[in-house]
């Protein structure tokens, strides 16, 4: 039967974000915590009780299932944690913990994917067949939608489109790796760049606007001050936005795509960045494909909770042999 | 009806080849003949002495058509050439031409495409629902095949992998991009390099290989002074498979493959340069995504011709209801 609910759910390493969310994308009801510190189970503990909390009063019968979002590398296939940096959830079986306390059908999956999925079902990307997402926040991650679905790969993880080489021997990636565009364009990289700018006279509108302490400048920071007109926080985003524009060129030549969404914390408000980076794209990539819509997401913080919500909907369908 | 035969056509920018083709990917005859630099019209009057050639006296009725591969630009759904650096065919109807003449259904596409889609019926990739191509000659290129079947992206022109930035402001690429993996990796590159060494003692092997001729030092030039056990030459080699180990880094982080299939001329003979690409893939790709086979293409010169056919059959069938 056709339900009316999906429980989506945004585990994010500051806070656990939860909604009851209808077919069509409204969250009917909402609830979050920050996201406790003392282990994994207290971490299940706090999902279960916001799911608990949105889901209360709704009829088993009405409810697709849980859709749950994790800031990590899953498997897809085997629904496991395989890897997560800021949050100790790697090896730990949160599905199954999750589904015996609350005995509904649950599907994790990673916070690019259902970005992904949200902006293609409920956002920017609403009606497209194919589109590459790229969400740009402390980590740079994305997904892959392909002929109208999301696109994984052999064990589910791909889709991480932060992890490309942008620069040969270049800087260390969080991840490991070397050179990746994420090592460049996160928040990280972007408070650096204020740090160094704040560093002397320069910089001190950044300064200012991470109200004078040199250990509070963040990417936010620079954000603030380009937004206020700051011409070297407007420069620091302008050359994020040529770098992001290169690993456009290449995610352009390799999918030919029609749209690509950036989105994430820093993607959805760094319109300068966003800009530049579709100009160095429309200049470099290969003739004949640049005629692509760059566009920003527009599900801000919601976008983990539609999206984690979507993909319950579509695994209770395909359940009942609905697709 | 099932058709017993295809024709592949394989317009080089040296020579034209021509194949009838079994279905089982047997090439039962074929032809060549050097590319004309007389102009567009002497290129298709060769293609069609060619496919004359090796049709005769074979059915209508046995043919599936004709499947023509072109080292360009192609709108895969308009069939049109976009864009072909090193023959006169930007703008050139060939589909037309060739099937008005011949009478026989005929399709185009670029010539990485059919690299990959010749692999996955006859070659390397035989079986695999998923795998990422890539051709490494005079230029580098590929083809995307995902879900069983080609990827093309919205216009049918993606599948471009040798156009990814793998360096920041890096090296001006043919193609008119800046960085690409096409300037570091293609015949050009690797000839370059074998004439910087060659330029002193250092590379007297290359030099010899050559034939003594500076004038004479090509990419093959290094392949062979490598084979011969030439340590300078395998030094050029052994570079090259880092960067293309780099852009692998990438291709897995995004498509999380079971297999890579690395074709082209370069490709298929430069065994140092694939093995240290695939070393350097499992130790910077994200974790859990490792397990990826690296495996030469087999097809060697008849890829171009089998991919053709292969195509040309596809299209019949789908055509005939058959898919």
Known sequence: MRTNYAVGVDVGGTRIAVGLVERKGRIVKDAKKLTPKTGPFAVVDTIIDLIEEVSAGVHDSELAGIGIGIPGQIDFLRQSIEFCTNLPLAGVDVRSLVMSRSKREVTIDNDGNLAALGESRYGAAKGARDFVMLTVGTGVGGGLFLNGEMYRGSRGMGGEVGHIVVELDGRMCPCGGKG????????????????????????????????????????????????????????????????????????????????????????????????????????????????????????????????????????????????
């Open 180 to 323: 990746h565009l994420e090592a460049y364009l996160g928040r990280p990289a972007l408070a650096e760049k204020g740090r160094e700018a704040a560093a002397n006279f320069r910089g001190r509108e950044i300064l200012a606007a991470a109200g004078g302490d040199m250990d509070h400048i963040t990417a936010e920071a620079v954000l603030i001050a380009a937004q206020r007109g700051d011409e070297v926080a407007r420069g620091i985003l302008l050359d994020a936005g040529v770098v992001l524009g290169r690993a456009l060129v290449g995610l352009v030549n390799i999918f030919n795509p029609k749209l690509i969404v950036i989105g994430g914390g820093i993607g959805e408000s760094a319109d300068f960045m966003v800009e530049r980076a579709a100009e160095v794209m429309r200049g470099e990539a290969l003739a004949g494909r640049r005629d692509v819509t760059v566009a920003q997401a527009v599900l801000g913080n919601d976008a983990g909770i539609l999206g984690a919500a979507a993909m319950s909907f579509d695994e209770h369908d395909a359940r009942e042999g609905m697709h």
